[in-house]
């Protein structure tokens, strides 16, 4: 076995730099935790090729070959152009196809087409991926388009207002249909009466056939189903080494719901899934998120491994614990509150294996089920990753950025000395109470918002977090160590929200993604509405923009004001106000501002994005061939490990 010693990479490529994770008290678990763990770690990267295939019809087969050209070219693998058909490859692996993971848009080869051209017929033709009767000229002729042409299937998820989000979007989870079909079919299903109502849509493809729109269901035998299998093989294996008969029930469902792709089914898992709370290891392991669909339907498959982090966790059982406190003081509308918070749990993690669509860019905070009626009915589980916000911590310290866009020492000094505490615990607040709060009114459908509702969702829980950061009870809770401490956050969250995330969008662009659109509706409309008063102000210094606040807690007034409003249009499913509201604040740029911070960012030589190396298990065996002990090998660097993702974790037909 390579040496184990634990180190951060430091491989960067376009806007991206690579971090490992660390698994700290990894040796203290027990042999079964950890045979556990690596049953679960190999069902967590079996799920791979779905989550390239929902991201992209034909995200497999470039990934098939730009790999074979990576592996097999004969010519000049030092020429500039093969170069930047290595970054084109390690971006496809980074987003699982060929769509920026954030922005949403195609990535522009810095290749050219005649090169693609003649490195594809340098690979011997057994190699590549063509279809029964085709030539590599005719895969040439595939591919060119999809690749090279800015108008062909441009944008993964497309969510601007007055198109047709179906057709104009490249996610593979519609064929042939249209948003009004697609939305005229599952309303024919909802019966707005029922009080335990189905997840409709989320895993399944919807499609014409002989004229009629009907659903490809994602399950073992179905679509997907060679993938599944293998997740199933290893979530079977998981379940003769779970910690207790509660945690080997919730695999079971799983392994069941899998294998029959009934929503009622996932309803059962979920409920179980959220029940089981004792077990040190936990999984998250599925078709689960909304994000990547236009209509905010279709589950992306992801894969979380972890387990528990106990210190961490005490700061996450105070919250849990008084959940019921932060919803009966929230300042929203006493119609919309629960009148009985109910199985919230929260935890710090140490994450262990992450697959699909949470690999190699991660979440740091997870809340879980979706469903609004489980939630309110059997609770839910919250997660802050540790580790994760660890390395992106050490990641970011010294590297120039605040001092390049912080406004001046007093705000400086406040996030140097609160900033790693307030960030953590506005996402544990975010995650376990944020989205943990509030209900539906009666018979209002959970998908009323429809393009809307991610962003909105966000904003709920991030403005959740933010009203509470500066009372009090937290204080007195010892979340935060005093009443000085939540202005880190404060200012944080507004620079983000009206400058520096703009370094992550292309000129010219609008904000697609549902959590930066989030962010952004905050800052501006509490800009935009405390101006009168100048509560928050962009400010500038020798020529430099920079964000000012001037009235911390009338800021926390706006937010309670804007936190109001937001509750109200997710209880009511108001769509209009939804609309209004994001399209508004939260989705155009101001040109010179946004040039302004990108060219200021860019001469701190930062990548704006951040990803992760999986680590390895090595299981070692005993004379009678069972597992002794499972050993982390931390030295995979990120192409050795994605080209062996790609070996030996393939299981679907291109």
Known sequence: MRNTQFSYTDERFADILMLRYKLDNFSSLSLRQKKLVYYLSEAALYGRDITFD???????????????????????????????????????????????HYGCDKFVPGFSKAFFIDAVKSVDGSLLPLDEGQTVDGLCEELLPIIFDPDVMPVKVNKKDGFDLVETSACNFY??????????????????????????GLNTTVKKCDGRVVEEVWRIGAKYGAAIEKIVYWLEMASTVAENDKQRSVIDALIKYYKSGDLADFNEYCIKWVDEKESAVDFINGFIEVYDDPLGMKGTWEGLVEYR????????????????????????SASFKKEQVKGVSAKVITAAMLGGDLYPSSAIGINLPNSNWI?????????????????YNQAAKGNGFREEFVYGPEEKQLLEKYADITGNLHTDLH?????GSGRLLPGVDPDALKAYGSTIEEARADLFGLYYLPDARLVELGLTPD?????????????????TQMVRVEPGHDLEEAHMRNRQLIARWALVKGSAEQVVELVKKEGKTYVKINDYLQLRRLFAELLCEIQRIK?????????????????????????EVRERYRTLHLAPYKGFVNPVYVPEYDAEGKIADVKIDYTEGYTEQMLRYSRDYSNLSI
């Open 483 to 499: 009443a000085e401490a939540y202005k880190a956050e404060y200012y944080s969250y507004m620079m983000n929200g009206l400058l």
């Open 54 to 100: 929902q991201f992209g019809r034909y995200n497999l087969k470039i990934r098939k070959v730009f790999e074979q050209i990576y592996l097999n070219y004969k010519g000049d693998r030092t020429a500039d152009e093969f170069m930047e058909l290595v970054v084109y490859l390690k971006r496809v692996w980074f987003s699982s196809g060929i769509y920026h």
């Open 375 to 391: 939630r309110s009915v059997h609770g839910s589980k919250s997660v802050t990753i540790g580790n994760l916000t660890d390395a």
């Open 309 to 332: 982090d106990v210190e961490g966790t005490r700061r996450t059982r105070v919250i849990s614990d008084n959940a019921q406190w932060f919803e009966d003081h929230s300042p929203v």
């Open 431 to 435: 995650e376990c109470v944020g989205h």
């Open 571 to 595: 209880s009511e499913g108001d769509y209009e106000a939804a609309r209004a509201l994001v399209e508004t604040y939260g989705v155009k740029l101001d040109k010179a501002l946004h040039e």
């Open 175 to 200: 064929d042939g249909v249209t948003q009004s079909e697609v939305e005229e079919y599952y309303a024919s299903k909802k019966n707005p009466d029922d009080k335990e109502p189905l997840s409709y």
